[in-house]
């Protein structure tokens, strides 16, 4: 006979055989919260595939994009990524573990293949021109939390969409950046924006708890 939690684990297996409807950004906004738990269902590539394509048109500061990601399912990594994770559950229960940061060595390296591909020969050099002088005198600290704010605004997404797919998520800082660089094979002078946990959770996690608006904002 099945416990009560295998019969609450079963069903929520099975109601994942049918894809979910995709919610709205609206509803997507109000349901999303961390769970920490997660069912033994796979993620497709195709699935995956879909939720970067959709987080990568979140905007960026001269659309320079300088997020990137590590896809993660083997569970050796993930068990590696746990050690380096302080041991958190869901980094090896989860079905996969993106981690993300921001690489601003890359984009700075690459412009000519970054800048927008529409514009014209003479714009394209100017525009590359002025990017190399507004950040090349940057020290590397300010470049690197300058390009982690604008992968922050991806991460936001990220979770947003995850949810409007029918997905759990549970995002995480608390993890040492340096082990999960070296794990992973991430740039050393690459900044560490979260590691997020991704699948179907297996219970409901805590209720979604949020500040009232005349807490959080002034008007004038």
Do not use: C
Not at 10 to 22: H, I, V
Not at 159 to 168: C, K, P, R, W
Not at 170 to 187: C, E, H, N, T, Y
């Amino acid at each position: 006979m099945l416990t009560s939690e295998a019969t609450t684990s079963a069903l929520r297996t099975a109601a994942y055989a049918t894809p979910p409807e995709r919610l709205s950004a609206a509803d997507a906004a109000m349901a999303r919260h961390s769970v920490r738990s997660y069912l033994d269902v796979p993620i497709t590539d195709d699935e995956i595939h879909t939720l970067l394509e959709l987080t990568g048109r979140a905007p960026s500061a001269f659309n320079l994009q300088p997020w990137r990601f590590v896809v993660v399912r083997d569970q050796e990594v993930k068990n590696a990524l746990k050690d380096a994770a302080y041991g958190q559950k869901q980094v090896g229960e989860a079905p996969v573990v993106i981690a993300m940061y921001s690489d601003m060595d890359d984009t700075m390296a690459n412009l000519g293949d970054i800048v927008h591909p529409d514009l014209t020969p003479d714009k394209r050099a100017s525009t590359i021109a002025m990017l190399e002088k507004n950040f090349g005198g940057m020290t590397p600290e300010a470049l690197a939390a300058w390009g982690n704010g604008q992968a922050n605004i991806a991460l936001g997404y990220l979770l947003l969409i995850a949810t409007s797919e029918g997905f759990d998520t549970s995002p995480m800082l608390g993890f040492q950046p340096d082990q999960v660089k070296a794990i992973l094979d991430i740039p050393a002078s690459a900044t560490m924006t979260a590691m997020v946990a991704l699948g179907r959770g297996a219970d409901d996690g805590f209720r979604s708890h949020r500040h009232a608006i005349e807490r959080t904002t002034s008007f004038r």
